[in-house]
């Protein structure tokens, strides 16, 4: 009944213009998927140094997609990136990226920052925009708690109580890195989104060839409220050392079939993030599977963060960062 209510001011699949806010490890690969799959992008960062670097990067990606579906046709590599590549715009000014269809929000994990680009993108955008956030660890209903924008609603709806109804044109959209590579995105259902706004994402997350799946507004969302508890287990079982860190790697591999160990997924991640990541994650839960952990703790301390820094549980070669030593 409440899905026929909804007018259909956005139809779906109807994103065509993306804007995302934030040019960096996240934004321009949310950037890139969209500019591959045929949509214009404009991609809006405060420094216009880092909407340099981000356009290189997805420059260099888009070739290595291209190389990957093109094999050896140089002519059609060449033409796949220069497409790609020529439907995304860049700017420092937000004006700029209101006139989107979808604005995603991939900034500072702050949230009153985040509060008030969107309070701004509420104003600024027109009525059918879209908005989501890129967030992993904030709740998507405080992000949104100021914006207005709503899909109408026609027909009879006297038998449901206006208050009680959900109709808010605002949801989470989490995308894993990198985004390029990665297959998976969340949508996470805030608990006043719109039916018509919910599918509307489902599509889009399809139509930039990702697999969707729903989640409710709770911290850490589905994937990383599960990788949590299990990547601070294999941490302690390592403090406590029932097992060596390469046999704990071995076994989650071998064993359970996961494509990396716990300590190549930690040294991925960085080591700082997943400090940060547990601290959130109890202030969140309450729940004491997420306490520090104090090796991981002074490895943060001694600036050991993963790939990113040289050494984490692993060490890495400076030239080829993500290559063992
Ligand atoms: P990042 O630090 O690489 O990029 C953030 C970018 O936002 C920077 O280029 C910065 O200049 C820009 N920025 C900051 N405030 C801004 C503003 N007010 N207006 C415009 N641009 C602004 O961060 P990253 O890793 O890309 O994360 C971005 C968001 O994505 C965060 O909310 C994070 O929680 C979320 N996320 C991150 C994941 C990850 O693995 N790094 C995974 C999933 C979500």
């Known amino acids: 009944v409440l899905k026929r209510a909804f007018s259909s001011s956005t139809s779906l699949n109807a994103v065509k213009t993306v804007t995302v806010v934030g040019g960096g490890l996240m934004g321009s690969g949310i950037a890139q998927v969209a500019a591959q799959a045929g949509q214009n992008v404009t991609i809006v960062d405060l420094q216009p140094e880092l909407l340099e670097k981000a356009q290189k990067s ?6 290595r997609v291209a190389k990957k579906v093109h094999k050896d046709d140089a002519a059609k590599v060449e033409g796949f990136v220069k497409e ?7 700017s420092t000014n ?6 989107a269809d979808l604005i995603i929000e991939a900034i500072v994990e702050k949230l009153d920052v985040k509060q008030e680009l969107f309070n701004k993108l509420d104003l600024l955008a027109p009525e059918h925009t879209i908005l989501a956030s890129n967030t992993s660890s904030i709740s998507i209903n405080e992000i949104g708690a100021g914006i207005k924008r709503k899909d109408s609603i026609v027909g009879n709806l006297t038998h449901i109580p206006l208050n009680h109804v959900s109709y808010f044109r605002f949801g989470g959209l989490h995308f894993f890195n990198p985004v390029p590579i990665m297959r998976l995105l969340e949508v996470i259902k805030g608990d006043h989104i719109s039916e018509e706004t919910y599918q ?3 599509a889009w997350g399809k139509s930039v060839g990702k697999t969707c799946i729903t989640c409710k507004d709770t911290p850490g969302f589905v994937v990383n409220r599960l990788l949590g508890p299990y990547s601070a287990e294999a941490l302690r079982m390592y403090e406590r050392g029932d097992a060596s860190k390469e046999d704990i790697d071995i076994g989650m591999k071998l064993g359970a079939g996961y494509p990396m160990g716990p300590f190549e997924l930690a040294d991925y991640t ?14 969140k839960t309450g729940d004491p599977v997420f306490r520090p952990i104090p090796m991981l703790d002074k490895m943060v ?3 050991k963060l993963g790939i990113k820094s040289g050494e984490g549980f692993y060490k890495y070669k400076k030239v080829y960062p993500g290559l063992r030593a």
Not at 84 to 90: M, N, Q
Not at 270 to 283: H, I, R, S, W, Y
Request: charged share 20%; proline share 0%.
């Open 58 to 63: 997805i420059q260099n990606n888009l070739t």
């Open 84 to 90: 790609s590549f020529s439907r995304i715009k860049v």
């Open 94 to 99: 937000i004006e700029d990226g209101v006139n």
């Open 200 to 202: 509307t994402m489902m």
């Open 270 to 283: 960085g080591l700082d993030t997943n400090k940060f990541v547990l601290q959130v994650m109890l202030e």
């Open 301 to 303: 301390a001694e600036g």
